[in-house]
């Protein structure tokens, strides 16, 4: 206990106070309490420490002390338990992971292909032993690796065994390089135009610019009337077209009201379509108009019987 000793008198004795404290990571002051003048002793309590032990790992991880624990006070850190292994390539992915019991991988070796001068899994004859083609993918310990590339230059189904043994390294081709041209688009031809889409069209003949014979099919586009933009089109096989069996052919709608509106064609020449003036039909009249059905453009489509057209052609 602190003794006071005054040489003056009068001077009150201080009031004095013990007091406990625990120990911190972060500086704390101690004072006494409200009544005191001053500290005779101050206690600091041992921090409880805690030692653990951890496993290392992929990520980070944040080592803790348990409840009821201050602070760590050692953490002692496990060494990874690696696992080294090999594998042979094969034509398809592969997953290697570690066997039960490691943590990882330390390393893993990669065996290429094995090719044998004695291993003969086709019997030829009875020569057993000697060199031969062989076009399996998976002989067992014979792994084949794909190597080299094949060049595809037309449309097909492809077998991409390379065939037979011929100083290549792999049976299979690795890669295959596509090259194939584009197909020649279909011939396409405007053989005739109306130069007056929104005028009346009568009944009247029209010239074709080439032989309906060298297109495989004609379109002949049109407008429902003179004030009605919308344009359409039918399609006629140019061998039924120019089918002395089938005289008439026809263009045509069934209007909103319940008239139908046909116009009536007919192939004249291999160069000459005879276009009819277009029936009005209700169900109780029949009429024609040339209003109606305003034939605007004739097409050629595909290849004909007499196929592609010289460059010097004329009619």
Known sequence: MAIYISKKKGIPKPVLQEKEASASTIDVEVVPDEGYDALSKVTVNALNLQEKTADAGAVATDVTADEG?????????????????????????????????YSGLQEVVVQPQIHSNTFNPY????????????????????????TGTIELTANGTYDMDKG??????????????????????????????NSSPTSSFSAQAVTLSKMVDYFEYIDIYYRFSTSNSTEVH???????????????????????????????????SSTTIQFSACYQTTTSSQSTSTAYIIPTKIVGRGEGSIGELDDDYEL
């Not at 002989?139 to 690796?145: E, H, K, N, P, Q």
């Not at 077209?241 to 008239?259: A, F, Q």
Request: hydrophobic share 30%; charged share 25%; aromatic share 8%.
């Open 123 to 146: 019997t030829q004859g009875d020569d057993m032993g000697q060199t031969h083609n062989y076009r399996r993918l998976d002989l067992g310990d014979f792994t084949v690796i794909p």
């Open 234 to 268: 039918d399609t006629f096989d140019v061998a039924e077209l120019d089918n002395s069996s089938v005289t008439r052919r026809i263009i045509g709608m069934r209007s909103t009201s319940g008239e139908t509106r046909v116009r009536p064609i007919q192939l004249t």
């Open 69 to 101: 624990y201050d602070a760590l006070s050692k953490v002692t850190v496990n060494a990874i338990n690696n696992q080294s292994k090999t594998v042979r390539a094969t034509l398809v992915n592969q997953t290697v992971t570690p066997d039960e019991g």
């Open 164 to 193: 037979e043994w011929g100083g290549e390294q792999g049976y299979y081709w690795r890669y295959a390089k596509v090259n194939v041209p584009e197909p020649d688009p279909e011939p396409v031809e405007t053989l005739w135009t």
